[in-house]
């Protein structure tokens, strides 16, 4: 079952080590650690609830979480030299290095 109360979080390095973090406990500030549409729906509930306006909760799982997969799945290397290559202002680049990365991942898992 899963914990509906946001587990206190005694400080920010805490917060920065979680695997996955409530929405209740990030806001625009996190970012970084949780991406731009997960801070947002954590602004949201913390902004909104309080007005009586009913905003379903959930959770985020944070870049921590991704670093470390990477890292102990054996795969950072992998990656690194499927990216390697990418220009970002490129379109076609984009989808190529995407694609590559997509088909990778049956064979890591």
Not at 2 to 21: G, H, R, W
Not at 31 to 54: F, H, W
Not at 60 to 70: C, E, I
Request: cysteine-free; overall charge positive; aromatic content about 10%.
């Amino acid at each position: 079952m899963v914990n509906t109360a946001p587990e206190k979080i005694n400080s920010i390095t805490d917060k920065e080590n979680k695997f996955v973090l409530w929405f209740e406990e990030v806001g625009i500030e996190d970012v970084p650690m949780v991406g731009g549409k997960n801070a947002s729906l954590g602004e949201m509930i913390q902004q909104l609830t309080k007005k009586g306006v009913n905003v379903p909760t959930g959770f985020a799982t944070t870049a921590h979480a991704y670093r470390y997969f990477v890292k102990n799945a054996g795969i950072e290397a992998q990656l690194r030299q499927i990216f390697a290559n990418l220009d970002v202002d490129n379109l076609a680049s984009l989808q190529s290095v995407g694609k590559q990365a997509r088909a990778r991942q049956g064979r890591w898992f």
